[in-house]
Each structure stands twice: as C-alpha cells, then as structure tokens.
C-alpha cells in the first residue's frame, strides 16, 4: 500500500508542476449581472492554450480577471491557481502588482492605445523592468535593446529612443511583446494581437510569439474569435460562448472534428479559400439545427458575371491618379518633403460589379477610395463618373452628385453620432437631399414618406422597426454596422465604396453583414468597391480584385484567377499568408 500511494503522490506532484496554470469555476458578474459562470480550464507549461469566442462572449473578462485589471464593481469567484501555489483570484492589489510583469504578463490587442503617446518607447520598457527588478538605468536600457533586438524590431537603437507614433502597427506590436517578455514571465496573455494587423504582419507576430515560446519555455493564452489565426498558434483550445465554455480539447480535435454547433459555426462563417459559397453560413444557423450554405465550384457563378460585365457598361473611369501629401514645408510654406499615397493608378469599375481592393496597411486604397469621393484632393490624374469629370466638379456640382455616390467607414462605433437615434440617423441623408422624397408633398406627407423609407430599408438590413428610436450604445458590433449601410443606401447610390466596413466585427457577425451585401447588390444592382486587407473576405465577395503596394497597382484581375495563380511575387505573399486551418 506504501508503494502505491508513494508512486500516485509522484503522480501527482508531476501534475502539479505540469499545469502553470489551473482555472477552477470561475465567475465574474458586474453589479449582480453574470458575464462568465463557473468555467474551468488548465495550461500546461511550455504550451499555447487558445480562448475562442465572439465579442461579449467573456474571454477577455475571464483573462482579465486572472491579472486583477476588472473594475470595482466586478465579483470575482472561483480560483485560479498559478505554478500550483499562488492563487491569482484571492490576491489583493499588493499581491498584483508583485505578480504582474514578473510572472504573469498580458500582450493587449491595440498597441497604439496600450502604449503612452508621450513617452519613449524604450523609456516605457526600461520603466517595466525597473519596476520589478533593481537595476540601474544602463543595464535596463542594455536589456531592452537586446529584447528588441530578439522580437526583431529593426534599428533597435532608434525605436528605443522613438515614440509610438513614430513606429508602424507591426513595430508597436513587437515593443509591447517586448514589455510583456522584458521580466521574463512564467505566462503571457496576448488578448486578440493581430486582430488590427495585415496578413503578412500578422503571420510574422504568430511565428515570433511561436518562437520566443520555444526559445523562453513560456506558456501562452492567445485569446481571438478567428479560428484561422488559432490553428497556427495553439496546442489546446477553449471554446466560449455566452459566458460559458461549450467546447475544450486539442487543437486538432477542436479544429476538424468539432462538436458543438457553437464551434461548428465560427468555423464555417468563415470565408473558404478552396470554394466560393452563394451566401455564408451564420452561427445562428447552426444554433438553430438550420441546414448550412451550399457551396459551388469557384469560378461557377462569377464566371458568369465576368461574363455580364464584358456587356456592361463602365460606370468609373480612373486615370493615371495621383494624391500627394506634404509632410514638411520650408520657411516660405513650400513643400520640402513630400508624400505619394497614390501614384499613377488606373482601372475601371463596370455598373453591378464587386471590384476589391486589398493590399497593406499604408499601400493608398482608403487614400483612393476617399480620392473618388472627393473627400481629398487629388494632384493629377481624372476620375470621370458616368461620363462627368469628378474631379474637375465645383462643390455645389458634387454636392448634387453625391447621393450616387456614398461611403461605408470602417468603424461602426466612431462613424455614428452617439446623441442621434437610429432614425435620425437614416434619416439625415434624407433631410438634406428633400428633393429625394417629392418637393410636392406637404410637410406631414414628406415626414409620412420619408418614416416609411426609413422603416422599409430598417428592415431589409435587419433591423426591427420598434429600435428606431434607440441611440447606437444600445446596439452590438454588428447592428450598427447594419445602421452604417442604411444610411449609406437610403438615398439608392449606384455605387458604395464599402472602407474596411467588416475588418472590426466578429466572423459570425461578419458573415451575415456580407450576406447582406451580396443580397442588396443582386436586389438594386449596387456597384461596390470593397476595401480591406483581408483576402478571404475580398475573394468571397469580389468579382475582381486589384492589388496595390505603396501607392502603386501591383495586379488586377478576375478574383479567382488572381486567387489561384497570382503573378506578382508580392500578391503570392499576401495570399501565402492568410491563416488556413490545415
């Protein structure tokens, strides 16, 4: 009997020092309201656990509370255990900060807003480890270098002494892994770090966290709601949904033989690579038993369409277009240092087509996209809109022009004024444009008439018509996103320049917001340039696509044949860069 507890007592002291972390019924609630109940989940040492869930669903709250960072009106219950000794969760603040930084540290998901604006990059490193670790400034200063130098920062000298708005995206992200590592932690939490990132930068974040993991022996919760970027990171993963965890296992088991509708869902709203759906499947579908989307073959139905637009005719011409900004001026206000954003860009969009605009962050497609709506200047070139010269227009003349002509921006949240309801919303277009609703109506008439549109259009984008008087802060992610595109249609434009208008919602909700464009387009013939950086979205919704790199065109084609044979060595990058569950 001595033999056999001696070896289960080994057994157990293995375990113990296996997990680097083990949740325990967890709860939060927020003055009574339960926003995660009772989930429990361990970490090995040395692996990546993956927190899978939409926006609201408690994987950033579950994380947070394991770092003492929820505010004062959160209850936090249940017990997270740290190394086998340290209980995270009955910590005071004393007890956090002696633990933040050296054993447990957290990668935020947007580095502009994580980092001070008015502090040295460097400066704000050098004070992490300081703060945890009696070292001079030099030796402090010394390490960073070294840290920047290991999460491949180039010039780490300059980006030491440079400010966050001196650096790129990709840059900042690197210097917050880099205050994250500097204590060397035994865990880091990275909440959604690629989600603002371009492929190519986000495939270079993922391969440096992989790395710095191996290298360092440090265990890692990646949190996002992209399964795509969770297969190339993780070992294990955590499905949540609602506050609860629905599904738990390895990568492998999770990511190809799913079990819950929840998981079954968020992998298949996603865009595929391999075919092109006619309408995304939703996780509401799959919550509901509904059957899932049928999918064709990928160039069966926009072969037919490459077809149609060979007789269609041209709605925008684009020629040789230039947009120029001035980054610095000599002492009598002339230009010393300039900016191409756009340089030489030709292409034409025909009446009913999906023309996508994809390329990197700082490439020139919002530039030209706002270009076309004349929202800036251009320095050369002409823009000629159904045979009328856009940029040689007067004000008032584009004023007249502009109910054609309308925007989708990218973020549903700063994009809507948040003291107008949602009918007032929709409705402004509408005030300023009267003629649109018949100058011979009277004024109960016009109000009757343009109410109706108004509730008519809600509807069609989902929206019911009991919320008309609701403010935007009542709304999720992706109603107000559906607010966005009422308002940009309720004046009937022929052509919608849609601005990275999906990249800041989740792929479920993503999904059904590009349902619904595709609906509307083969409802009124809408023509759309869709700008983003993520190709799977661009190549399930686009009939052609142009590639642009620093301001210039690098490619432009049929959507699929770009796709499957791109020509231009940079176009193969992007693609070779989108997350694929294998």
Same mark, same amino acid.
């Given at each position: 009997?001595?033999?056999?507890?001696?070896?289960?007592?080994?057994?157990?002291?293995?375990?113990?020092?296996?997990?680097?972390?083990?949740?325990?019924?967890?709860? =939060?609630?927020?003055?009574?309201?339960?926003?995660?109940?009772?989930?429990?989940?361990?970490?090995?040492?040395?692996?990546? *656990?993956?927190?899978? @869930?939409?926006?609201?669903? @408690?994987?950033? =709250?579950?994380?947070?509370?394991?770092?003492?960072?929820?505010?004062?009106?959160?209850?936090?219950?249940?017990?997270?255990?740290?190394?086998?000794?340290?209980?995270?969760?009955?910590?005071?603040?004393? @007890?956090?900060?002696?633990?933040?930084?050296?054993?447990?540290?957290?990668?935020?998901?947007?580095?502009?807003?994580?980092?001070?604006?008015?502090?040295?990059?460097?400066?704000?490193?050098?004070?992490?480890?300081?703060? $945890?670790?009696?070292?001079? #400034?030099?030796?402090?200063? !010394?390490?960073?270098?070294?840290?920047?130098?290991?999460? *491949?920062?180039?010039?780490?000298?300059?980006?030491?002494?440079?400010?966050?708005?001196?650096?790129?995206?990709?840059?900042?992200?690197?210097?917050?892994?880099?205050?994250?590592?500097?204590?060397?932690?035994?865990?880091?939490?990275? /909440?959604?770090?690629?989600?603002?990132?371009?492929? +190519?930068?986000?495939?270079?974040?993922?391969?440096?966290?992989?790395?710095?993991?191996?290298?360092?022996?440090?265990?890692? %919760?990646?949190? +996002?709601?992209?399964?795509?970027?969770?297969?190339?990171?993780?070992?294990?993963?955590?499905?949540?949904?609602?506050?609860? %965890?629905?599904?738990?296992?390895?990568?492998?088991?999770?990511?190809? !033989?799913?079990? $819950?509708?929840?998981?079954?869902?968020?992998?298949? !709203?996603?865009?595929?690579?391999?075919?092109?759906?006619?309408?995304?499947? +939703?996780? /509401?579908?799959?919550?509901?038993?509904?059957?899932?989307?049928?999918?064709?073959?990928?160039?069966?139905?926009?072969?037919?369409?490459?077809?149609?637009?060979?007789?269609?005719?041209?709605?925008?011409?684009?020629?040789?277009?230039?947009?120029?900004?001035?980054?610095?001026?000599?002492?009598?206000?002339?230009?010393?240092?300039?900016?191409?954003?756009?340089?030489?860009?030709?292409?034409?969009?025909?009446?009913?087509?999906?023309?996508?605009?994809?390329?990197?962050?700082? !490439?020139?497609?919002?530039?030209?996209?706002?270009?076309?709506?004349?929202?800036?200047?251009?320095?050369?070139?002409?823009?000629?809109?159904?045979?009328?010269?856009?940029?040689?227009?007067?004000?008032?003349?584009?004023?007249?022009?502009?109910?054609?002509?309308?925007?989708?921006?990218? /973020?549903?949240?700063?994009? *809507?004024?948040?003291?107008?309801?949602?009918?007032?919303?929709?409705?402004?277009?509408?005030?300023?444009?009267?003629?649109?609703?018949?100058?011979?109506?009277?004024?109960?008439?016009?109000?009757?008439?343009?109410?109706?549109?108004?509730?008519?259009?809600?509807?069609?984008?989902?929206?019911?018509?009991?919320?008309?008087?609701?403010?935007?802060?009542?709304?999720?992610?992706?109603?107000?996103?559906?607010?966005?595109?009422?308002?940009?249609? %309720?004046?009937?434009?022929?052509?919608? %320049?849609?601005?990275?208008?999906?990249?800041?919602?989740? =792929?479920?909700?993503?999904?059904?917001?590009?349902?619904?464009?595709?609906?509307?387009?083969?409802?009124?013939?809408? +023509? #759309?340039?869709?700008?983003?950086?993520?190709?799977?979205?661009?190549?399930?919704?686009?009939?052609?696509?142009?590639?642009?790199?620093? @301001?210039?065109? =690098?490619?432009?084609?049929?959507? /699929?044949?770009?796709?499957?044979?791109?020509?231009?060595? #940079?176009?193969?990058?992007?693609?070779?860069?989108?997350?694929?569950?294998?």
């Amino acid at each position: 009997m001595g033999k056999i507890f001696s070896f289960f007592y080994v057994i157990n002291n293995v375990n113990l020092k296996t997990n680097i972390l083990e949740v325990k019924n967890l709860s =939060v609630s927020f003055d009574g309201r339960k926003v995660v109940e009772n989930i429990s989940y361990s970490l090995q040492r040395g692996r990546t *656990l993956g927190i899978v @869930g939409e926006s609201g669903s @408690g994987k950033s =709250v579950s994380t947070m509370a394991l770092m003492g960072l929820l505010p004062k009106n959160a209850t936090v219950e249940g017990s997270a255990l740290l190394d086998g000794q340290t209980d995270l969760l009955s910590l005071d603040e004393t @007890g956090f900060r002696s633990v933040r930084g050296s054993r447990i540290a957290m990668i935020f998901q947007e580095p502009m807003t994580s980092l001070n604006p008015v502090q040295k990059c460097g400066a704000q490193v050098v004070e992490m480890l300081r703060l $945890h670790e009696d070292v001079s #400034y030099d030796e402090a200063r !010394c390490r960073t270098i070294e840290l920047f130098k290991e999460v *491949l920062l180039p010039r780490p000298e300059k980006i030491f002494d440079s400010y966050p708005f001196e650096i790129s995206g990709g840059q900042k992200q690197r210097v917050m892994i880099a205050m994250a590592l500097i204590c060397n932690p035994d865990l880091v939490i990275a /909440d959604e770090p690629t989600t603002a990132l371009d492929v +190519t930068v986000q495939k270079t974040i993922l391969e440096l966290l992989r790395q710095l993991q191996r290298s360092r022996n440090i265990s890692v %919760i990646f949190i +996002t709601h992209d399964l795509g970027v969770i297969s190339q990171i993780a070992d294990d993963i955590v499905v949540m949904y609602r506050g609860n %965890i629905v599904e738990q296992g390895s990568a492998a088991d999770i990511l190809h !033989c799913p079990r $819950h509708p929840y998981t079954q869902g968020l992998l298949a !709203c996603r865009p595929p690579l391999d075919s092109r759906p006619r309408r995304l499947p +939703t996780v /509401d579908e799959f919550m509901n038993g509904e059957r899932k989307a049928e999918y064709g073959k990928p160039g069966e139905e926009r072969g037919t369409r490459k077809e149609e637009n060979g007789e269609r005719s041209v709605l925008l011409e684009v020629r040789n277009l230039d947009v120029t900004y001035t980054l610095e001026k000599n002492l009598f206000g002339k230009p010393r240092k300039q900016l191409k954003a756009v340089d030489g860009i030709s292409f034409d969009v025909y009446r009913g087509e999906t023309l996508g605009l994809v390329g990197e962050s700082g !490439c020139g497609k919002t530039t030209l996209g706002r270009a076309i709506m004349r929202l800036v200047d251009s320095s050369s070139g002409s823009i000629t809109y159904d045979g009328k010269r856009l940029d040689e227009m007067s004000n008032s003349e584009m004023r007249r022009l502009r109910p054609r002509i309308q925007i989708i921006f990218q /973020d549903p949240y700063s994009s *809507l004024n948040p003291r107008m309801t949602v009918g007032q919303t929709i409705t402004e277009p509408l005030l300023n444009y009267r003629h649109l609703t018949g100058d011979c109506l009277s004024r109960s008439e016009r109000n009757a008439e343009i109410r109706r549109r108004v509730l008519e259009l809600m509807e069609r984008v989902g929206l019911q018509p009991e919320w008309i008087d609701r403010y935007p802060h009542e709304f999720s992610g992706g109603q107000r996103q559906r607010i966005c595109i009422a308002r940009a249609l %309720i004046l009937n434009p022929e052509l919608v %320049i849609c601005d990275e208008s999906v990249s800041a919602l989740d =792929v479920s909700v993503q999904a059904q917001v590009l349902n619904l464009l595709n609906e509307l387009k083969e409802q009124f013939n809408y +023509t #759309y340039i869709f700008i983003s950086h993520d190709l799977s979205v661009v190549h399930f919704l686009s009939d052609r696509i142009m590639v642009m790199r620093a @301001g210039k065109m =690098v490619e432009l084609g049929d959507a /699929d044949e770009l796709f499957l044979h791109p020509s231009d060595p #940079y176009t193969q990058t992007l693609f070779e860069a989108i997350p694929r569950i294998d």
